[in-house]
């Protein structure tokens, strides 16, 4: 059975960073990009970052770029979300996610296979 598990939530100050980390598990997810999306209160889900399985290129969503970077170790089986210059704004659960990485193309609106259960990243202002 197919898992990703987030880790490295929690509350800080604006203007402080924060390292999440996904790890993947239960199945080969060769193949497979991976990602992050964030649902704040009494808002959708919206992506994030994505990185490919083939050339680890990225993407962001505009708000974070500059701020946020996405890597994987090179097993890829686990995923980072280093979150530099936090702002209240980015209060959010933030989830990890799979999908098969020629869905990268669709960005932001990538069709997701599977989804962690998310953690809570909280900034103070």
């Known amino acids: 059975q197919a898992r990703l598990v987030e880790s490295g939530g929690g509350l800080v100050q604006g203007g402080d960073s924060l390292r999440l980390s996904c790890a993947a598990s239960?199945?080969?997810?060769?193949?497979?990009?991976m990602g992050w999306w964030r649902q704040a209160p009494g808002k959708e889900r919206e992506f994030v970052a994505a990185?490919?399985?083939?050339?680890?290129?990225?993407y962001y969503t505009d708000s974070v770029k500059g701020r946020f970077i996405i890597s994987r170790d090179s097993a890829k089986i686990t995923v980072y979300l280093q979150m530099n210059s936090l702002n209240p704004e980015d209060t959010a659960v933030y989830y990890c996610?799979?999908?098969?990485?020629?869905?990268?193309?669709?960005?932001?609106?990538?069709?997701?296979?599977?989804w962690g259960q998310g953690t809570q990243v909280t900034v103070s202002s």
């Open positions: 996610a799979a999908f098969p990485n020629w869905r990268l193309k669709d960005a932001p609106d990538i069709n997701v296979d599977y």
């Open positions: 239960g199945r080969t997810f060769s193949r497979y990009g």
């Open positions: 990185i490919s399985w083939r050339d680890n290129s990225t």
